[in-house]
Nanobody, 127 residues
Framework: QVQLVESGGGSVQSGGSLRLSCAAS????????VAWFRQAPGKEREGVAA???????SYADSVKGRFTISQDNAKNTLYLEMNTLKPEDTAMYYC?????????????????????WGQGTQVTVSS
């Protein structure tokens, strides 16, 4: 069965950095597109970044220039490098995999395109 396990979250001060990892198992890694989402308390889940089937990347405007999504196919692992963190980046971060078509709408990717989700890792940024 498909399993996604996130790690790397924590508490940092504003301006700091974190690197999230998501280890995938139970399927051929290249089968699905992968992405990072986040959800802050009282807010809807939102797309942060995605890697499309052609290898191109998409980002939410709020993280462009600060976050970088990457993957290591040999290790079946997805990463999210987060720099210049802000308090508004505080959220539970989830990795997801699915048959994402690659369209990043103004509101982000369609959540329903991602059938598989990790349990999340908490990121807290203090001012």
């Amino acid at each position: 069965q498909v399993q996604l396990v996130e790690s790397g979250g924590g508490s940092v001060q504003s301006g700091g950095s974190l690197r999230l990892s998501c280890a995938a198992s139970g399927y051929t890694y290249s089968t699905y597109s992968v992405a990072w989402f986040r959800q802050a308390p009282g807010k809807e889940r939102e797309g942060v970044a995605a890697i499309n089937s052609d290898g191109s990347t998409s980002y939410a405007d709020s993280v462009k220039g600060r976050f970088t999504i990457s993957q290591d196919n040999a290790k079946n692992t997805l990463y999210l490098e987060m720099n210049t963190l802000k308090p508004e980046d505080t959220a539970m971060y989830y990795c997801a995999a699915g048959s994402y078509g690659g369209t990043w709408y103004p509101s982000g990717p369609i959540i329903a395109d991602f059938a598989y989700w990790g349990q999340g890792t908490q990121v807290t940024v203090s001012s």
